[in-house]
């Protein structure tokens, strides 16, 4: 059991990509309209979605290579959908979970004021935004796979201690018992919400790609990273991302619903209001308690997206154009970072229209990586000891069945 322990890594790094905004904000959103009502949504979408974050994993350790270098077996044109698709979103992504650290910060560490230069004024969050990027990407560039791996590991149970001991406050100053009644949307808004919630809880399903690439690095690192090892590693992650899901949708219920507060529909705003609420309500002594969470939950994402993207970027550059070029790793994590502060700086009129065409991308092709995530596993580039079981075989036909459905179902809602 302790070498398991000792061999935890990109399962928790998968824990620090998938528990961001969706756990946050949404899963906060959820139980702050809608109580615990929207339990059963959280469940069901993260059973559904298992099958194919999992295959990363297992694949990378069975074959000791990438989904990347499967996909490419599969096909060339099914890398360069992916390499597409990535290119489309990942500045996007990059720069609305930066946005959101960068608005905690502000709000829990200080706030620089505005800075002017010419006729720009650079406010608090802008200067924040910065500095977090300059910190990951120092963090990354020095400290590279290793200092992130141990990084996480720290990350994810400082998370996880302080969401629980956030719930526990909660619940101890809450007398009205707390309904169990499920409730399912029956009008246009609360329909868009619960997709929105399902569709990035736990994560979008290409995050599946960046699990395999840290199963690969780990083994290089430690040459003991098992298919065995790999998967225990997983379900830890994955299982902590559903804990902290079920937490956060605790605090919504326990701190905001029916608080008659009116709530922002933007991320950074709705979780400083968490904050405020959760301080006002329990006393000032417990901000650094729920500011610790909040800021841990999105530093986290902040830095493995900075560390993902990149990673993944790279090795699809170098099996689509099969040489070694200058478009490595440290190439394209500077792209994304100074993208990021470009789009914040000078698109951020644009931003909500940004993350919308990023949603709905992540959402409508969340079916094409189930399907070749699938067959991928299933395939003879998978050693037959390692393909999925036949319960994991039925599953994932649910669940792509349901990923179509709901692909459809958000599509009609458009």
């Known amino acids: 059991m302790i070498a398991k322990l000792k061999n935890l890594g990109p399962g928790l790094l998968f824990a620090g990509a998938a528990v961001g905004v969706s756990h946050l904000v949404q899963s906060t959103r959820a139980g702050a309209d809608f109580g615990m009502g929207l339990l059963w949504a959280l469940l069901v979408v993260n059973l559904f979605k298992y099958p194919f974050f999992q295959f990363g994993p297992r694949y990378a350790t069975a074959t000791g290579e990438s989904l990347l270098e499967g996909y490419k077996k599969l096909g060339r044109s099914i890398l360069t959908i992916y390499y597409i698709l990535n290119l489309a979103t990942m500045f996007t992504i990059q720069a609305a979970v930066t946005i959101v650290t960068a608005g905690l910060a502000t709000n829990l560490f200080g706030n620089f004021g505005s800075l002017s230069i010419g006729e720009k004024m650079i406010s608090s969050t802008e200067i924040w935004t910065m500095v977090i990027l300059l910190i990951c990407v120092t963090l990354l560039t020095i400290g590279k796979y290793k200092l992130l791996d141990r990084l996480m590991k720290i990350i994810v149970i400082t998370l996880t201690i302080s969401t629980f001991a956030a719930v526990c406050i909660a619940l101890s100053k809450t007398h009205q018992p707390i309904s169990l009644t499920q409730i399912i949307p029956d009008n246009s808004l609360d329909i868009a919400f619960l997709i929105a919630f399902m569709g990035w809880m736990p994560a979008p399903l290409d995050v599946s790609v960046w699990q395999s690439l840290w199963a690969v690095q780990k083994n290089e690192d430690t040459k003991q990273y098992t298919p065995e090892s790999s998967l225990f590693d997983f379900n830890i992650g994955y299982l902590s991302t559903i804990v902290i899901g079920i937490g956060f949708l605790l ?129 003879k580039h998978t050693p037959k000891a390692w393909q999925p079981s036949k319960q994991l075989h039925i599953l994932s036909w649910f669940g792509i069945i349901f990923l179509i459905g709901f692909s459809i179902w958000y599509l009609s809602t458009l």
Do not use: C, H
């Open 251 to 379: 605090l919504g219920t326990l701190v905001m619903y029916k608080s008659g507060e009116s709530f922002s529909p933007s991320a950074s705003v709705f979780s400083e209001q968490l904050i405020t609420l959760y301080t006002k309500n329990l006393g000032n002594w417990a901000y650094i308690i729920i500011g610790v969470a909040a800021f841990t939950t999105m530093f986290s994402t902040t830095l493995t997206t900075l560390d993902a993207s990149p990673r993944a970027m790279a090795k699809a550059t170098k099996l689509l154009f099969k040489k070694e070029t200058k478009l490595n790793y440290t190439f394209w994590m500077t792209l994304l970072t100074i993208g990021s502060i470009y789009i914040f700086f000078f698109l951020a009129s644009e931003m909500g229209m940004l993350i919308q065409i990023a949603t709905i991308l992540s959402f409508i092709t969340a079916p094409f990586f189930a399907i070749i995530n699938y067959i991928l596993i299933s395939s």
